[in-house]
């Protein structure tokens, strides 16, 4: 093995580490997307190393070092060692505040750098996701660059979800916690070193607002079923660990179960035409199962996937391929719905089945349940608040409505219901092309007049909608979805009615959008001006 010697430089901010595999097509490119780096160069310390390349690769680097004059550090290793012992290589010689590992397919986007780092400054973090775009026919993870996020809560949001090492790593959390990537591994080396730094980072951000990195493609080894299964089994093992017991564990569990058993059990076991091979590797996947699945994490997962890795743990292994035959099947109709004392259970296959006798909280979706709304109308004449919209379940049928509209007062939590009308509209569709016939309404909402006789009370009061189909029901807050047509503009405050408890005082109503979008109302009473009534 060799290496460059050391260049004797300031405290640079970035160490950016190039792990070099046969790519001479590409790797200009990524050196050219660093030199253009608009966070300077000087600040940059880059680490290329050529793990074993048979092209042109190695070659490459030498010359490049002519064109990074003290930045740009050369080493090569033999092929036989893997990307895990490259990166280690680099890590080691790593002299940034922040360590950044890119493939020699990659290319970052000029200003990622100093976005990041930016970042991480202004937040502290121990570890940015730079926003990733794939370049290929491979795909990334994007589900965690929906916002920018300065403190990103790894067990609420789906930072876990992305792996990889193209992040900014603060060096002293590298130190603190003797991180390395895996050399055992032959695949996943890279997840031990990401998940361990996540759970060990004192605060994680997020720049998802543009591309940060340019990822691109990779030639991926074939890969026997039993070792995804084993690196599944490793990562769950890593995450108990780190993560005491509990949601939070299960949280970053139900990853692995998804991403790595789910695929092994699933779309991979159904490609291959080896029976043997489909055989170890449900064999493997139970006993995985049934040293790490937890019933929390089960209920984080989609039902289908959730009945076959039961199935799979009960040792049903003819029964999980018809599961994953079933889940793999694009035109299949979608399973029935019953509700049952304010239950929603999917009537996938086994429920309810003597044999396997899976419990019923595996078909059970209804804190699943997902409400399409949207608010297309909002008049107001005297004290009468008129509101029309539609609100229905995905999954259900828009039979038995009873639903009604909630003003909620923000500190006392005091409520007032009010009745909607349906208007039946055939027309209208759920996500899936269902018709949703009495899913719109209209209310009118009498300020004036609440269910106690008397006005609304001084204070702030929250608009809800209690969406309610077959007796099952579901909150939601309105005014955030709404239509075009919904004036937003300004309004003066409306009188609607003497106050009942202070002589010559009246009740105003001053409508006004929350931050976030949502429709409240203020009731404040007040003495009018003399000659304004």
């Known amino acids: 093995m060799s290496f460059t010697p050391a260049h004797a430089v300031d405290l640079p901010d970035v160490t950016v580490i190039i792990r070099a595999d046969n790519h001479a097509t590409t790797l200009e490119a990524c050196l050219e997307s660093l030199a ?48 895990a012992a490259a990166r280690n290589l680099g890590l080691s010689q790593a002299s940034g505040r922040y360590v950044i590992f890119l493939e020699g397919a990659d290319r970052l986007a000029p200003d990622a750098l100093a976005r990041m780092v930016a970042a991480a400054d202004r937040s502290e973090a121990d570890v940015v996701l730079g926003k990733l775009e794939s370049t290929g026919r491979h795909s990334v993870a994007t589900s965690m660059f929906r916002a920018n996020q300065d403190y990103a809560d790894l067990y609420t949001s789906r930072v876990y979800w992305s792996l990889t090492p193209e992040k900014l790593f603060r060096m002293s959390l590298v130190h603190r916690c003797g991180l390395q990537f895996a050399t055992d591994l032959h695949i996943g080396d890279d997840q031990v070193f990401t998940a361990q730094a996540l759970t060990e980072a004192d605060n994680i951000a997020v720049v998802a607002d543009r591309t940060c990195v340019f990822k691109g493609p990779s030639a991926a080894p074939a890969v026997p079923l039993t ?40 779309s991979l076991l159904l490609s291959t035409g080896n029976p043997a091979e489909r055989e170890r590797a449900m064999w493997a996947a139970s006993d995985v199962l049934r040293n790490h699945l937890t019933p929390g994490a089960l209920a984080l997962l989609p039902r289908p996937l959730a009945v076959r890795l039961a199935l799979l743990s009960g040792g049903w292994f003819a029964e999980a391929q018809q599961m994953a035959e079933q889940e793999a099947e694009k ?12 239950r929603v259970f999917t009537t996938l296959p086994f429920f309810r089945d003597p044999r396997t006798a ?8 209804t804190d699943k349940m997902t409400v399409t709304h949207q608010l297309t109308g909002l008049q107001w004449t005297k004290s009468i608040l008129g509101l029309e919209g539609f609100a229905f379940f995905e999954q259900l049928s828009t039979r038995d409505r009873a ?43 009498n300020l004036r007049q609440t269910s106690s006789g008397r006005p609304l009370a001084p204070g702030i009061w929250d608009l809800w909608l209690a969406v309610s189909f077959e007796g099952i029901t579901r909150e939601v807050r309105l005014g955030r979805k709404r239509s075009d047509q919904v004036d937003v503009t300004g309004r003066p405050p409306v009188v609607i009615a003497p106050s009942p408890d202070s002589a010559h ?18 009731i404040c009473e007040q003495l009018p001006l003399p000659g304004t009534r």
């Open 403 to 445: 639903t009604k509209v909630v003003l909620r007062e923000r500190t006392s939590g005091a409520e007032e219901r009010f009745s909607v009308t349906a208007r039946r509209d055939e027309k209208l569709l759920n996500a899936k092309g269902k018709v949703r016939a009495m899913g719109r309404f209209s209310a009118r909402v």
């Open 505 to 522: 005082h009246e009740l105003l109503a001053v409508p006004f959008y929350t931050p976030q979008g949502d429709f409240s109302l203020q």
């Open 36 to 83: 253009q780096q608009s966070i300077g160069l000087e600040r940059l310390d880059i680490i290329a190393i050529d793990d074993g390349s048979t092209d042109d690769s190695g070659p490459l680097l030498a010359r490049a070092i002519r064109n990074f004059p003290g930045r740009l550090r050369t080493g090569q290793q033999p092929h036989a060692m893997g990307p």
């Open 331 to 342: 035109d299949r109709p979608a399973p029935k719905k019953i509700v049952e004392n304010g």
């Open 358 to 365: 899976l419990p019923d909280e595996l078909f059970d979706i």
């Open 227 to 266: 070792e995804r299964i084993a690196l599944a089994a490793r990562m769950m093992s890593l995450v108990a660990g780190l993560v005491p017991a509990g949601s939070r564990r299960d949280r970053l569990l139900s990853r692995h179960l998804e991403s790595e058993i789910g695929k092994a059990t699933g």
